[in-house]
Nanobody, 125 residues
């Protein structure tokens, strides 16, 4: 399994970034996926999740209305569009997969699989 995150960088408050996660080594189209983040000195936290064909999405309250999760199953890529960024969004962002096919992911799910190094997002003026 490989999950390679990209697209992070420095953004100003109010700015936008789009993160990507390229997946390989498993049946991407049959797995729910999620984005997690970890800020310096804090525990990793849930950001958003999307079901295997994108019919269901769920967001942390801190990002709802500003972030959009999506996926392209043909390209095996997971996305996170982040708008109206705030300094509190500064973190390393990771994509994660559900452990098994057809498994659902919800905020609070504990058994998500993180395989990549993440991509760093810094929001600062």
């Amino acid at each position: 399994v490989q999950l390679v995150e990209s697209g992070g960088g420095l953004a100003q408050p109010g700015g936008s970034l789009r993160l990507s996660c390229a997946a390989s080594g498993f049946d991407f189209s049959r797995h729910s996926m999620a984005w997690l983040r970890q800020a310096p000195g804090k525990e990793r936290e849930f950001v958003a999740t999307i079901s295997w064909i994108g019919g269901h999405t769920e967001y942390a309250s801190a990002v709802e209305g500003r972030f959009t999760i999506s996926r392209d199953n043909a390209k095996k890529i997971l996305y996170l569009r982040m708008n109206n960024l705030e300094p509190g969004d500064t973190a390393r962002y990771y994509c994660a997969k559900a452990p098994g096919i057809w498994d659902e992911i919800h905020q609070g799910s504990q058994n998500l699989e993180v395989w990549g190094q993440g991509t760093l997002v810094t929001v600062s003026s």
